[in-house]
């Protein structure tokens, strides 16, 4: 069994910044891509932004120039620095991996269990 452990949401003016910690824990051989999805009411959730082992990056096009997602490959771990908030970013963030638990199996996604994140204007 893999683990999402996620941390940093919390309530900021438009304008400000906060930063988002995943931490993998389990049964992991490796972890192909982590990220970050978003959910706001009343709309579908969405990528925010992904990182493979590989070091590729894909960003959605409302946080490029404002949000930038990284790993710690070692500790299993991915950030998203959020900076230059806005109201729309209001949501809950998803922290989400795909993670191999033997060599020789397929990667198999998994969710952090969300944290809110509430931009004021």
């Known amino acids: 069994q893999v683990r999402l452990a996620e941390s940093g949401g919390g309530l900021v003016q438009a304008g400000g910044s906060l930063r988002l910690s995943c931490t993998a824990s389990g049964s992991i051989f490796s972890v192909e891509s982590m990220g970050w999805y978003r959910q706001a009411p009343g709309k579908q959730r969405e990528l925010v932004a992904s990182?493979?082992?590989?070091?590729?990056?894909n960003d959605a096009d409302s946080v490029k120039g404002r949000f930038t997602v990284s790993r710690d490959n070692a500790n299993n771990a991915v950030y998203l620095q959020m900076n230059g908030l806005k109201p729309e970013d209001t949501a809950v963030y998803y922290c989400?991996?795909?993670?191999?638990?033997?060599?020789?199996?397929?990667?198999?996604?998994?969710w952090g269990q969300g944290t809110q994140v509430t931009v004021s204007s």
């Open positions: 990182l493979t082992s590989g070091g590729v990056r």
């Open positions: 989400h991996a795909v993670v191999r638990t033997k060599r020789w199996t397929i990667g198999v996604p998994y």
